[in-house]
């Protein structure tokens, strides 16, 4: 099967039905999207798909097929940031940082849709993504940041 | 300021040793002759040294013991070495160094000490060194009761300290030019004309020089980075994914392992059929472990799908299978025969409340642990030798329990310690460790990571203690008068304690922390702990005892102010017996604005509750909605003597007062069929975003000690909650957690 991840296209060799999480992380050793719940409630494994967030724990390897995945990886890195990594330097809104890979992921994906959310917005946005460690105020502060720096450029 | 001769009393002695191109400065440890076996460091003859600053030619490498669960100690050891040392972020790496005595948390210890933390006293201060010197001789290198801070706060600045004034003398011996004339900077010593001198090329003559021990530390006015806001070490790879946590690890050809373990926790498996599992894609091998079976496959999922096609024949649990019977285990203890301690007996409680009594009963019941970031392992095992790579708070303690399983010597096992999802207290246990021993025991020559599935990790995690709290109390001309608290809980000390193969004199103090040492001079004040025998296994969780006994007490004496018809904060204030405590009180009454006009349907609630030696104090202001309680604010005034890092202070704070609250909202562990019903995040879910209030914190640098604050926010945030739902709906909520009697948005 020919998975396509930030760019790269490689041929994998799995059951139609496995997760796109152990895809990436146990085949294709992108570790970024990380194991949380593995039933949708945490968001610690949220990549896109096709621009859009989604939780890799719940799709397949034969649904993303022919299909563009961006991992937190793709978006960005340490020497060329993504708008939403830098606002979440900017802000140091990691704690144990193991939710923040998906934290900016659907952050991202949802503000290239809202460029000037509201804080409703936000909060509708952002509750599928726990962090255990609270840092959600610090998130809503980042997400405002972001929205701004990706507004000026 | 402190000097290098004080602490050596505690036979604490910064030396140097010559590494490979250079030196290192760091604790050296030397058995010395002291008449008090207690206080005897080592064995007779044995000398130690461990390094916390490393610096050859190639660059400079600070050691950070204390383990980085999330909490950034990596970053708040690192600052407070190179605070006195004069290095910059950026300009040093990091490790954690290996499991060793040497690195002995000097902080734990007292805090096991039956004393309040207000309570200076000489009997005090004994017994704290004595505890403290328990923890020394097991060697306890442990990250946990918020000890990093304390611990690290003077000794790591000493190393610090050291290390500088001995390249300084380096430098001087090479140039000719007097040490009062050199002053050091970036990295490096600079002359008085201005050239710098890095430390990388002093550091072979500095391991040829006895190291400088007359040092004293900087006044806290010169300080360049602690209390000033700082960028964590972490803080890029954890925005950018680039961080490898445990569960990340990968080596070439390693194998993936799954467990299931009966989940009737301790129960014996009877027998089971891996007849499908087998037969599964990926599948290498099945292998019996105690009291379950790992699969190891050539990936996770395949390994997890395999674990759950094997059917098992479980054995009963150890513990009444049903939640019911475990909550009237607690009720019937509250009885002589299970009477822990009576720590607090003021006045005549039983005079003061004589028929006017008012009474209310509390509960806190198990609640898990459950870090976003799964426990796991990776381990190798041969037979000269083993490697584990795994987050662990207790490194030691880890050796010791691989010993006992693989056979071999402590000293051939080495720890590789990683930075942590999270942990709350989760990663003090050693299921993990223990289950990936055996599994690397029988598969010796192989290098496997296991992870747990999140079901896994929920149906063994030892929770957080079941309690009760009955409460009797008198009020009279506008005050409360008698104040009389029991509480009757399982003791997750000993149930952990028992686990580590430790034993702890005396009563279990935690069965009474947060409850017993509030700083309130009520003339008639009664607190006892009853234990209730052992349940379900149960464990530390984040702030322990004062989890639940801070919702007990402060709720119980709100009811009380109530019922005086007093306001809840000025009584809280009057009572207040303790200057730094009320200074924390009189802080967040300002900063909430306490006493002005909230409007319909809204309320406000004050709590207070001292653990881990930090007075911390919390409103809550909450508005009573058509769809339920939504917490609209939150207010934070907490004295931890000093800040070291504000915004890690800040994010820390917030993070605590999350956690209690979405706790104490919707969280809870049942037993039914001696299983824990609660299997994912689904039902366990703790607070959401949208849930999240806006949270105000301000840091007080009143107290003598310095504190560390993982903990202290967790316990004052629940009785804040119910207080304030009080204000707003009359409604007294007595039990944990509050969505069984109440709605949230
Ligand atoms: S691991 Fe996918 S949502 Fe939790
Ligand atoms: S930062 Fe630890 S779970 Fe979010």
Redesign the interface.
Known sequence: MRITVNGVTTNVD??DE??L??VL???L?V?????????A??G?CTVHVDGLAVRSCSITAKQVEGRDVT???GI???DA?HAV?EA??EH??????????GQ?MSAASFLSMHPSPSDDQ???A???????????????EAIKTAAAKMREA | MVNVGKIARRSFLVGSVAVAGGVAFGYYAVQKPHKNPLLASLADGEATFNPWVKISSKGITLITPHAD????AYSMQAALIAEELDLEFGQFDIEPGVPAAAYYNTALGAELAPFRSTDESFQAETMRTVFSSVTKLMGAQGTGGSSSVPDSFEKLRIAGAVARETLKKAASKRTGIDVSDLTTRQAAVVLPDGTMLTYAELAADAAKIKPVKNVELRDPSEWRLVGKEM??L????????????G??L?FEGML?AAVKVNPRQGGELNGYDASTAETM?GVQKILPVTNGVAVIAN???RA?KAVDAITYDWGDAPYPAEQADHWKAVEASFTDDFLDNEWRADGDVDAAIDGNSIEAEYRAPYVAH?????IGAVIKVTDDRLDIWVGHQMPRFVQQQIAAITGHDVKDIHLHNQ????S?GHRLEFENVKLAAEIGNQMRGEIIKL?F??EEDFAHDFPRQIAMARGRGAVSGGQVEAYDLGVAAVSSSDSQGARANLSRPGPDGQLAAGAWNLPYAVPNFRMRTYKVPELAPTSSWRSVGASSNGFFADCFLDELIHAAGADPMAERIRLCDHDVSRKVLEAVAEMSGWGTDLGENRGRGVAFVESFGVPIAEVIEVTNTENGIRIDKVFVAADVGTVVDP??FD??V??????GL?HAMNCEITYADGMAEQS???AH??????Q?P??VVRGLENAEKVRGIGEPPVPPAAPALANAIFAATGQRIREMPFNKHIQFV
């Open positions: 799995v059951e496995m997760p999480l152990w992380r146990d085949e050793k570790k970024g999207p990380k194991y949380g719940c593995g039933i409630q945490c610690a991992t937190i990886e960005g890195s340490p940031l990594q979440w330097i140091q809104v990691a704690q144990c940082g193991y939710c923040q890979s900016i936000i909060d509708h952002m509750s599928a993504n726990l962090c255990r460690c609270g840092t959600y105020p610090r998130i809503r | 669960l999330g909490q950034g960028q964590r972490d803080i890029i790879p954890k925005s950018t994914g680039t961080l490898t946590y569960i990340d990968d993936y894609r990936n996770t999922w997890f459950q870090p976003l970031e799964p930075y942590m999802g999270g709350f992870t599935s999140r915004i890690n994010n820390h917030k993070g605590g007062v999350v956690w979405g994912n995040f689904h879910e703790g607070m959401r975003l949208h999240c806006e949270i």
